[in-house]
């Protein structure tokens, strides 16, 4: 009998692809892909993409807008459409009205925004400056700030009667303090180490205030007027609605009264893009100041 020499088979598994260099190739394109992210985050976009993508939002939205109301999905009395806004306008404009209101918003806008960057940012540079005149005001200031102003509305109208000056008193105690708040804070926070280094020179307090405070704090001063210009705009419609019914506010409340709420949004579209122009103006100027940060 002969014996074989040769071992017994054995069935060997059928070797499984290495899952390696799809890991690694998987693992290749998430880092890339990251990156990629990475990179579209950190880089800002251009202002005419901003500008483009703004433009886009809006006509979308006004789009849908007036294919609801053509389609009548929505109550067009209530709401209106575009098209009938912009007809109101033609007509509001041809008749004078637009140009008379919006003329007298323009006028106590800008008065009462004038008088509350001077009050707001010369008082904020005193008080937080000078230590003891910010610890005699500073709680003044504080309850003020956390007042209702609008409930001042009556008062302001005894004292000043109904017409320009009380909107005009009314938008200041609206618009001030933001402005008055912020610049405060930023001449607070100016290093100390630098002031410091400018007395040690000789420096007088004049020459701090120009040379370190104030460029310390442009950056609270600029939101604090950014702050303070939304306020501006949301108190003189305000004062112009409670207060003579004169202006875009006047405009607003009269056309909802007579149930004509297309002339209604002609005031309110105008306010808004009162108020996108004064932003971009005011982002200019932010960028002018950029160099005189400290």
Request: proline share 4%; glycine share 8%.
């Amino acid at each position: 009998m002969s014996v074989s020499n040769q071992p017994p088979a054995v069935d060997v598994p059928a070797r499984k692809p290495s899952t390696v260099p799809q890991t690694w190739t998987a693992s290749l394109l998430a880092g890339i892909t990251k990156r990629r992210v990475a990179e579209d985050r950190s880089k800002p976009l251009s202002r005419l993409t901003k500008a483009v993508y703004g433009t886009v939002a809006i006509v979308v939205v006004l789009a849908c807008w007036q294919l609801l109301s053509s389609t009548h999905s929505v109550n067009t009395l209530l709401f209106s459409s575009p098209a009938d806004i912009v007809k109101a306008a033609v007509d509001l404009n041809d008749s004078g009205v637009l140009g008379s209101a919006v003329w007298q918003t323009t006028k106590v806008f800008f008065i009462s925004f004038g008088l509350s960057l001077v009050v707001g940012i010369g008082l904020g540079i005193m008080i937080g400056w000078y230590r003891r005149l910010g610890a005699l005001l500073d709680p003044i200031v504080s309850m003020l700030y956390a007042a209702p102003r609008v409930a001042l509305l009556p008062l302001i109208v005894a004292w000043t009667g109904i017409g320009d000056e009380a909107q005009i008193v009314t938008v200041l105690t609206i618009a001030v303090f933001p402005i008055l708040v912020n610049v405060q804070a930023g001449v607070t926070t100016v290093d100390k180490n630098l002031v410091q280094v400018a007395r040690a020179y000789l420096g007088t307090n004049f020459d701090l205030l120009r040379t370190i405070a104030l460029p310390a704090c442009i950056p609270h001063l600029v939101s604090g007027v950014r702050q303070g210009l939304a306020q501006a705009l949301l108190g003189v419609v305000i004062a112009e609605y409670l207060i003579g019914s004169t202006g875009i506010g006047g405009l607003i409340v009269s056309a909802g009264q007579t149930l004509n709420f297309s002339n209604a949004f002609v005031g309110v579209f105008v306010v808004s893009f009162a108020a996108l122009l004064l932003t971009s103006a005011l982002r200019r100027v932010e960028r002018r100041l950029d160099h005189w940060r400290v």
